[in-house]
Every structure is written in C-alpha cells, then in structure tokens.
C-alpha cells in the first residue's frame, strides 16, 4: 500500500516541527536581504559585506560538531527550543543596532558569529527530529511536505523582504526575523517524539562520541563523495548570491527585483516539493545530483545578461530541479544512517558542505574585483558544473537505492508509542547515537 503525500499531517509532532521550521524559515527569508543591504547602506562595500556573512557561516563551522553531539545526547525538541529563544535574542539587539543607527561593521560581524553558534546547535537537531516524528515508511513524504512548508515561508518571507527594505528600511525586516524565532521555540516546545537513545547507554567523552561519529561518516562512500561535492558548489552559490547578486542587483534592476528572483527559486523549490511527494525513482540520490545542474544556468544568466524575465525563470528551475536533491538527501541519510548517530553525521555533512561557504563569501568580493563581477560568476559556474560531475562520477552515489518501509495504516496508538522525550530528559543518562542547495533551518 503507498502512503498518501499528506499522511506526515496526521501526526502531531511532525506538525508541530514543520510549524516551527515554517516560523523560522519566513523570517530568515528576509534577514539576508535585509542584512544584505544593511550593509550595503553602511559602507558600500561588497567586501564588507562578505566579511558579515562570512562571520555567521565560519563561525557555524566551528561549532557544528558539538551540536551534533548535543543533539544525539539531548532531546532535540528542546535543543531547538533553546536555540531559537538565543536566535531571536541576538537577531533583536541586530535589528535595534540597525535601526537606531549604531550598527558598525565590526558589531555586525559579532553577532553574525552568536547566530551561526546557535545554528550549529540547531541545524543536526532539526534535520535529525524529522525522522522522529512519522513511521519510516512515510519520510520521504515527511521530508518533501516539511520543505514544502519551509519553502512556502521563504517565497513569502523574500517578497516582504523586498518590500520592506525599499518601504521601511533594513531594520524592519531584522525585526521580523528575530519575532519568528521566538514564535518558532513555542511550537518546538509541543513536539514529543519516540526516545531514540538506548536506555542506561554508558557515558563516554565528547572525543569518543566525535570518533563513532565520523567513523559512521566516512564508513558511507556516498556519503562523504556527495559531502566533498558540496563543499565546492556551497562555496560557489555562496558567494554568488550572497555577495555579487546583491551587488549586481545594486548595479543593474534594482532591490526589489532581486527580492522577487529570490522569492522565484523558493517557488520552484515549492513545486519541487510537491513533485518529490509523488516521485517513485529507485536511484533517488542520483536523480538529486543531477538535479543540481540547473543552478549553473543562474550563475550564468546573472553574468551574462542579467534580465529580469530570465533570471526569474532561471531561479524558477534552479528551485524546481535542486529540492529534488534536498528531498533524495534527508532521505538517504535517514534510512541508511542509524537514528542514534543521525544528527553527529548532520553536523559532518554539514561541517564538510559549509565548510568553504566562508571562504567563498570572503573572496567573491576581491576576485569580482580584479577579475569582474561578470567573469567571477562565470568561474563559479564552472566549478559548480565540475562538482556535479564529480559526485556522479562516484559509483555508490550513482547506485545507492531508495528502498522504503510498508505504508502504515494508522498512526501508533499513544498507549503502545515508544519511551517519549521530556524535559526530564534533558539530563542526559548516556551518549548514544542540513537558498543554498540545503537549507539550514
């Protein structure tokens, strides 16, 4: 029997996570384009601008490890509560500084650096609660429908922003951001999964919990080639819209235009979503590497001819064809990756695919510089495109397969569910046991 597309909704936990990742994901649509031209406003400077987003990034890089194990030590509801509430906190004091005028670049960086921290507690957390909250054989389901939501929220989320960076100013939308957050921690307040973590498991160190992960890590070729991948294509899309969209955008059709191209890629990742809900594909990772390719053809259109109708149908495909990915990723990892390693290996995947994302901001300035913006774009392109080949030049990515549990025919009684989550738990007892192409949320 095949699951409906919508059979995630009938479980309350998974309603209550992809609420939350929905509150989060609409207002961390507009934090970048209102932190983009924040920036932008203070100095100008395409290089500054770098060094802010950069600051969030390699500072989320440092800590990702640990918030992966914290997030297989702890219940990861709460740790989602915990990092919203700290989300929303330094997002406010970001937005007061912009709006009264007393932001420096210095102080930007600042808290860039406390909101990547608090990311990297959160992001193996979320990704890995997923697989919590529905029966193993509707996550493909789950993982569509939840990015569905969130990709919804980023449509909208890039659309306000647009609007309320030219109407009211950067500030407004930083506002925005940190109100999501908060809102965000009260739905993750309510979610209560099945414990995942084996009942008296003996405490080990930090060290030793870094050592089983990575050795579940790399012990999955797939795994690391597809990770190796992403660290050349998330360095490329990073500082491509992150840094030289905004300045091209600056140069050429304006702001409120690039809020709708970003708004347009967050509308084919939507139907994305919904044609991952109904796709039967056995080799579903490979179909997700191959999707990627189209993020080229963006790169490429914004070099060449930065038009507003065909960027906007560029960034359309990109969405479409790369939530294919999105969708084939979470998935491969929750079938194939053991629930109580899962969010150690989030933060490995995520270390590894984020890692050049700094470097990448950092340098999109200076080589636009001295090379031009046109000229930097299409040498990103180009690395993309290699990246993509490489990852399915790997024969375990080409052939890993998608292989999905029975439907269920009704969700679990709650007198016969497993062990649940409570605050009591965040004690640990023992250490037992992701638009950039993945969004972090």
Same mark, same amino acid.
């Given at each position: 029997?095949?699951?409906?597309?919508?059979?995630?909704?009938?479980?309350?936990?998974?309603?209550?996570?992809?609420?939350?990742?929905?509150?989060?994901?609409?207002?961390?649509?507009?934090?970048?384009?209102? *932190?983009?031209? !924040?920036? $932008?406003?203070?100095?100008?400077?395409?290089? #500054?601008?770098?060094?802010?987003? @950069? &600051? +969030?990034?390699?500072?989320?890089?440092?800590?990702?490890?640990?918030?992966?194990?914290?997030?297989?030590?702890?219940?990861?509801?709460?740790?989602?509560?915990?990092?919203?509430?700290?989300?929303?906190?330094?997002?406010?004091?970001?937005?007061?500084?912009?709006?009264?005028?007393?932001?420096?670049?210095?102080?930007?960086?600042?808290?860039?650096?406390?909101?990547?921290?608090?990311?990297?507690?959160?992001?193996?957390?979320?990704?890995?609660?997923?697989?919590?909250?529905?029966?193993?054989?509707?996550?493909?389901?789950?993982?569509?429908?939840?990015?569905?939501?969130t990709n919804t929220a980023m449509i909208a989320g890039a659309s306000?922003?647009?609007?309320?960076?030219?109407?009211?100013?950067?500030?407004?939308?930083?506002?925005?951001?940190?109100?999501?957050? *908060?809102?965000? !921690?009260? $739905?993750?307040?309510?979610?209560?999964?099945? #414990?995942?973590?084996?009942?008296? @498991? &003996? +405490?080990?160190?930090?060290?030793?919990?870094?050592?089983?992960?990575?050795?579940?890590?790399?012990g999955h070729t797939w795994v690391w080639v597809v990770v190796l991948g992403f660290c050349f294509f998330n360095a490329v899309l990073a500082g491509g819209f992150t840094v030289l969209g905004p300045t091209v955008a600056d140069a050429t059709f304006g702001r409120t235009v690039w809020g709708l191209v970003l708004a347009a890629q967050t509308a084919g990742m939507v139907a994305g979503a919904l044609v991952a809900m109904r796709l039967r594909v056995r080799r579903l990772l490979r179909l997700g590497v191959a999707c990627c390719a189209p993020s080229c053809l963006l790169l490429v259109a914004l070099a060449v001819t930065p038009a507003t109708a065909l960027l906007i149908a560029a960034s359309f495909l990109t969405g479409l064809a790369t939530e294919q990915f999105g969708v084939a990723w979470e998935v491969s990892l929750q079938e194939h990756i053991p629930a109580d390693k899962l969010a150690r290996v989030y933060s490995y995947d995520a270390l590894g695919s984020f890692l050049a994302i700094p470097a990448g901001q950092v340098v999109a300035g200076p080589l636009a510089g001295a090379l031009g913006v046109g000229t930097a774009l299409l040498l990103g392109a180009g690395v993309a495109a290699l990246s993509v080949i490489g990852m399915l030049a790997s024969r375990s990515v080409r052939r890993l397969t998608h292989t999905p549990a029975p439907a269920p025919t009704v969700p679990v009684p709650a007198a016969t569910a497993p062990r649940m989550s409570t605050v009591d738990d965040a004690v640990p007892s023992g250490h037992p046991a992701p638009a950039l192409a993945r969004n972090v949320s």
């Open positions: 029997m095949t699951a409906g597309a919508w059979a995630p909704l009938r479980y309350a936990p998974f309603r209550f996570l992809a609420g939350g990742r929905f509150a989060t994901m609409l207002g961390n649509a507009v934090a970048p384009i209102a *932190l983009a031209f !924040a920036v $932008l406003d203070l100095t100008g400077s395409a290089r #500054d601008l770098g060094l802010v987003v @950069a &600051a +969030r990034s390699a500072t989320m890089a440092v800590f990702l490890l640990v918030g992966g194990v914290v997030a297989d030590r702890l219940p990861r509801h709460l740790v989602m509560v915990m990092a919203s509430v700290l989300a929303g906190l330094s997002q406010a004091v970001v937005a007061v500084m912009v709006l009264t005028h007393t932001a420096t670049i210095g102080r930007l960086m600042v808290f860039g650096a406390i909101n990547g921290m608090v990311s990297a507690f959160a992001f193996p957390a979320s990704a890995a609660l997923v697989a919590q909250t529905v029966p193993p054989a509707i996550r493909r389901q789950a993982n569509a429908l939840s990015r569905l939501g306000i922003g647009g609007l309320l960076v030219v109407s009211f100013g950067p500030g407004w939308g930083l506002a925005v951001d940190a109100t999501t957050f *908060l809102g965000a !921690a009260a $739905l993750y307040s309510l979610v209560r999964v099945p #414990d995942y973590r084996a009942a008296g @498991a &003996a +405490r080990t160190t930090l060290l030793r919990e870094l050592r089983v992960g990575w050795r579940e890590f790399t």
